[in-house]
């Protein structure tokens, strides 16, 4: 009996331990499920739609008809000229999620997103204020997959990875795609307390889903988001050859619609395909003239706002930018980033300069001219450069030309033909165009990014000879710098007569006066 009862108490002892071990499996088990549902994976994960939310009972009553009304003077649906004012909300994916009646948890609805001002959406992720300003469909890494970035600025240095929600074609939960890196888009070096510009890749698989067409920010797969961007992306096959980029424009005292209409028409005339401006606080006369040019569809405005706690007032701009000099220098690489990522797949390259600015071709008939018989020098010589860089003159505002009857006062390109022999060192105050199957992030000068990383800027910027490609023309009253000893003394005194922009002249000059008195500019 008693070898009997050892027999079963081992047994059971047995027994009892491999149910402990059962147990403990089967609970290792479910915290490992948990944690796989909340890990940051970075594989693409669709989400499952685990709770519905409803439509609130006056937003499903009154909304459709609300959006469906239509302008008089435009003849387009409110829902229309909403999309059309906002350089990114997916306010058509917005409205149809409401429409519904039910949507999923993770998916966001008209009145979940979180603004921060008219052009910004918020998304706070890991303790991190991210700012959002617009999502880009972007295929020219073959073997990586196609990409999603997304522009935003955040109030960290080192803000985390953020997860990407896509939306693909009728989903109804989104695709989590955890961000593969954050580029920060900035010369300059980090600064605490301050909006800095970074750019998200994540990637969009190479499945034969398509193209997403939405995509948020968030912190946690499957999570709920605040935020719905619309992804740009458009093509054109074949390729056109340049579009130019001009970053906001700020000043509603100023009164510049006769030069901007010259700057345009010289654009047009020199072989630019279409121009991007961004339109913070301008003057009357200028508005009439964007206007204008926007339904002649030879320019896109977008607007701009500032991010943040940063002043969007329209006296204030000005004070802002002219003041806060590291600041205008974050803020601006945002729109010439997103012209460039406007324009990967529609243009061969664009061009990033002002309008008291303009790269002139030294002996080509235009400027797309001038960079495809540069491009072909480049690679002759082993380089494959991202952006190429015009050494910069200045032609002073006291060097004009007297007013004629066919030179008009109000012409300021065609009446400044006297400029500096000297040129600015290579490195200092150069624009550029930059090669839109390579660049990836913008400042002033040149790319920061490409698509292998950090521009070398040994290996990819290309300087243009100014005797035989192009150089760029800078029309001021005085050097730039606060010091003007060397101005004085290498800039002024040598001067020379310099008529290449009169290649143009009766074409620009024809076209910028029948725009100016169309629009009663002139007197």
Known sequence: MAGGRGRRGGACEWLCSVRRRTWVAVVCGCIFVLLYAFQDSPEMVVCGCDWKVKTEERVAKYLPSLMAQENPSTKRTILEEAEASHPSLALSFLVGQEKRGLRCHNTPGLFSVRHNNEVWQKAVIKGVTFLIYGAYFDQREVEKGAAVRVLVVADSPNPPLPICHLWYEDDLTPTASTAEKIDYLHWQDRVSGAWLPYLVTCRAGHDLRGVPRVAALVGHSCGPATNALRIHQEEEVPKRDLALCHKFLFDPTQDYSKRLVEWLEAARAWGVDEVTLYEASVHPNVRAVLRYYENEEFIQVLPWRSPGDQPSLGHLYRALYDTQRYTLFTAENIPYTDCLLRHVATHRFIAVWDMDEFIVPTKESSLPAMMAATQVLAHKQGQHPTSYLAPCTYYFDDEAEEATEDLPEYLHLMR??????????????????????????????????????PIDRSRDLYYLYPATEGYLGHYRPKCQGEDQTECQEMYRPYLTRDTTMWKYRPEVTKRTKAVLESLGLLP
Do not use: Q
């Not at 600015?424 to 199957?437: C, G």
């Open 416 to 453: 400044h033909v006297t400029r500096t022999v000297k040129m600015a060192p290579p490195r200092v105050f150069t624009k550029a165009v930059h090669d839109t199957s390579r660049a990836l992030g913008l400042h002033a000068h040149y790319a920061l990014l490409n698509l292998k990383g």
